[in-house]
Structures are given as structure tokens and as C-alpha cells.
């Protein structure tokens, strides 16, 4: 089956630093990858649409210039937090599907800790 | 938007026993509905899924119904394992591919 890989699985920084996400799929070409953010016990919430080799689209609420989507390969996609903050600690997730295919595959998740 | 409604938040049941968690939709231009479980600690994994074309799927223990007409779809797993705790995720999809996705269930299968 298909498989995503997130890196890293935990990270931990201080105040007013920047943090990179990777997500990457392994054995298909993803065309559209998604980026969720997961306090607990909640549900995935959407954070923004990434397309090959355009702008990230994102949902209302989501500062862009705070968190930064690259998707500059069919294989990879990156989400970098920019100058974290204690409240942006929290799981992200990302997903990716290929094509117009329906099902979504998810990385494993980043446990991002903000001091 | 989409609004995806899922119950009940937290389910317990007896090994062997089945288990059953429904979603509501409200959106009828979502199409494709996929289940997830997830893990603690751990990303989200595809159980099943049902296209709007198609009421009832099955996959050995676990199959899943839609009632498109009254916009509600149903996961159901039967002969619970305690392998099978974990928070269950409903979600409704657009041809698009966006996912809206349901609060989540506790399943806790007590051996």
C-alpha cells in the first residue's frame, strides 16, 4: 500500500524559533498533500491544501506567513512553523493522495512542544 | 461547508461483542466516505471507505453502510478484539478530495 513518511515524529524548540516538517510519499506521485493540526482528544483540522508546484491554499483562521507550505516535488511536501510560539505546540499531520484518487494516506504525525 | 456529525463520543464494549459508531453529513455533494483509526501517538489509518454509489461495503470484520437519501453513514465491527481500541474517525469527502471529518470515538474493547 501506499505510504507517507513525516519526519520528525517529535520536536522540541524554543520560543521564537522555526521548525520544518517533512512529509514525503514513497511509492506514488502525490499530487495534492493536506496538513492538519490535532490538539487532544480532538479532531484533525484542516490547515491548508498543497498542489504541486503552486501555492498553498489555506483555511480561514490559518496564518500563512506563520506557517509556510512548500511542495516543491510529486514526492514532497513541507510545512515550517516560523517563530513558535507555546500555543502552536500541538500534533501535525500530514496527508497525501495521488492524482484524483479519493483515498487519502497520512503520515504518522509530529508532536511538536514549544518551551 | 460540509458538517460531519459522529456518535457516540466514547464507546465500550466486550471482547466479541460488535460496535457501532454512526455519522451524519450535511453536504450532498460529498461523495466519498472513508473511515479511519487512529492511534495514540500516530497519524490516522484508512479502514474502509463506501462511495456514494454503493450502500454497504464489507472487509471481514468490519463493514460499513450509507444511506445517502437520509445523509448518514455507519461503521460497524464485529467480534471486537482488544487490538481494536483506538479513536475511530469518520469523514465526508468532495471530488475535490477535501475531507471533513467527524469528532472522533474511543473504542475501548475490555477483554
Known amino acids: 500500500g501506499a505510504v507517507v513518511s513525516q519526519h520528525p515524529s517529535r520536536v522540541i524548540c524554543k520560543s521564537g524559533t522555526s521548525v520544518k516538517i517533512e512529509c514525503r510519499s514513497l511509492?506514488?506521485?502525490?499530487?495534492?498533500m493536506f496538513w492538519y493540526r490535532q490538539f487532544p482528544k480532538q479532531s484533525l483540522m484542516l490547515m491548508a491544501t498543497?498542489?504541486?508546484?503552486?501555492?498553498?491554499?489555506?483555511e480561514q483562521g490559518v496564518e500563512k506567513d506563520k506557517f509556510l507550505i512548500n511542495h516543491a516535488s510529486l514526492t514532497l511536501s513541507t510545512l515550517t512553523v516560523t517563530s513558535a510560539h507555546p500555543e502552536d505546540s500541538s500534533f501535525y499531520i500530514c496527508?497525501?493522495?495521488?492524482?484524483?484518487?479519493?483515498?487519502?494516506?497520512f503520515g504518522s504525525g509530529t508532536q511538536l512542544s514549544v518551551l | 461547508g460540509e458538517n460531519v456529525e459522529q456518535h457516540p463520543s466514547t464507546l465500550s464494549v466486550q471482547e466479541g461483542d460488535s460496535a457501532v459508531i454512526k455519522c451524519t453529513y450535511s453536504?450532498?455533494?460529498?461523495?466519498?466516505f472513508p473511515w479511519y483509526k487512529q492511534e495514540l501517538g500516530k497519524g490516522p489509518q484508512l479502514i474502509i471507505d463506501?462511495?456514494?454509489?454503493?450502500g454497504e461495503k464489507k472487509d471481514q470484520r468490519i463493514a460499513v453502510t450509507l444511506n445517502k437519501t437520509a445523509k448518514h453513514f455507519s461503521l460497524h465491527i464485529t467480534e471486537t478484539q482488544p487490538e481494536d481500541s483506538a479513536v475511530y474517525f469518520c469523514?465526508?469527502?468532495?471530488?475535490?478530495?477535501?475531507?471533513?471529518f467527524g469528532d472522533g470515538t474511543t473504542l475501548t474493547v475490555k477483554p
Open positions: 511509492d506514488f506521485q502525490a499530487t495534492t
Open positions: 496527508s497525501a493522495r495521488q492524482g484524483a484518487a479519493e483515498k487519502l494516506f
Open positions: 498543497s498542489n504541486e508546484g503552486s501555492k498553498a491554499t489555506y
Open positions: 463506501i462511495r456514494s454509489n454503493v
Open positions: 469523514a465526508a469527502s468532495d471530488q475535490a478530495g477535501k475531507s471533513t
Open positions: 453536504d450532498s455533494a460529498s461523495n466519498y
